[in-house]
């Protein structure tokens, strides 16, 4: 049995990754596919493929991208949610912020520097027009942290997933204030070279496996209510979520990754651009 773990968000998207781990999918392909939740999100997981603590991740497209180019060793093999994700902005329940123009100049509360809170913060202040080169930032690891940081004032604002955050909306801890976008598709898959290298026939068994289970995966029975169920959700904010969310099976095209590094550079989030075969491996 080859053991591969895997990190990844503790959201509904990588729902088709537990259930395939669950009726042993891989196992039936002497795999052994470890699933290692990152409630820090892309941050935390562009350090863990850096050490090696995993082999594999679903991450931010704009956060690997960014991470790679600054020496991550690893490359993309695939897109796996071809839609954009929708970021909430959200400020505590006690906030005297009522819109987002009036979240200029205040301090964004952030997972950690290099992850999609942090990147997308610069995408919604380009957006808006703002000064970038002045954006203040809280780190506050996780969206418990977040809720901690705005209950007691140590940050004014925070993005997240929309659906994920939602809970928090619906209980009266946070207030959502608007929506950003990504400008691309959102989640892909990246795989350190290391384990390219060794375990490639792994990796090509294990996306072939979650690609035959994605492809048809919104028409599983009840497939709403067991997302709904199993992440806290109500099932009409996980049937909206169903209906602008489409997942992948093909590698992130080149057009994609040149205009993720040009908003990227224009922000002056990276440095320098690399061309695109530089950052994907064709599984």
């Known amino acids: 049995m080859s053991t591969i773990k895997i990190g990844g968000v503790p959201e509904h998207f990588n729902l088709p990754w537990h259930l395939t781990i669950e009726d042993e999918s891989y196992s039936k392909n002497g795999i052994e596919l470890d699933w290692i939740d990152f409630p820090g999100g892309t941050g935390a997981m562009c350090e863990a493929?850096?050490?090696?603590?995993?082999?594999?991740?679903?991450?931010?497209?704009?956060?690997?991208?960014?991470?790679?180019?600054?020496?991550?060793?690893?490359?993309?093999?695939?897109?796996?949610?071809?839609?954009?994700?929708?970021?909430g902005i959200h400020v505590g329940a006690n906030s005297n912020f009522t819109s987002l123009e009036e979240l200029e100049n205040t301090s964004a509360a952030i997972s950690r520097y290099g992850s999609g809170s942090h990147l997308m913060a610069y995408v919604n202040a380009k957006n808006q027009g703002w000064d970038t080169t002045s954006l203040k930032f809280e780190v506050v690891k996780n969206l418990n942290g977040a809720v901690e940081a705005l209950t007691n004032g140590k940050g004014d604002y925070f993005m997240w997933e929309h659906f994920t955050t939602k809970p928090l909306v619906d209980n009266g801890t946070f207030r959502h204030i608007a929506d950003c976008p990504t400008p691309w598709p959102c989640f892909v898959i990246a795989v350190r070279n290391e384990t390219l290298?060794?375990?490639?026939?792994?990796?090509?068994?294990?996306?072939?496996?979650?690609?035959?289970?994605?492809?048809?995966?919104?028409?599983?029975?009840?497939?709403?209510?067991?997302?709904?169920?199993?992440?806290?959700?109500?099932?009409?904010?996980?049937?909206?979520?169903?209906?602008?969310?489409?997942?992948?099976?093909?590698?992130?095209?080149?057009?994609?990754?040149?205009?993720?590094?040009?908003?990227?550079?224009?922000?002056?989030?990276?440095?320098?651009?690399?061309?695109?075969?530089?950052?994907?491996?064709?599984?």
């Open 197 to 283: 290298e060794s375990k490639r026939e792994e990796v090509r068994t294990i996306m072939n496996i979650i690609n035959t289970t994605t492809s048809d995966f919104k028409q599983t029975p009840s497939i709403d209510k067991t997302l709904a169920h199993r992440y806290d959700q109500k099932l009409e904010d996980i049937q909206k979520w169903l209906i602008q969310t489409e997942w992948s099976q093909s590698l992130i095209e080149n057009d994609v990754l040149n205009r993720v590094q040009n908003q990227l550079h224009q922000l002056s989030i990276i440095d320098n651009k690399l061309p695109p075969e530089n950052l994907i491996f064709e599984i």
């Open 49 to 87: 493929l850096r050490s090696g603590a995993i082999d594999m991740a679903v991450i931010l497209t704009e956060g690997i991208i960014k991470d790679i180019i600054a020496g991550n060793p690893s490359k993309i093999i695939q897109t796996y949610i071809q839609t954009p994700l929708i970021w």
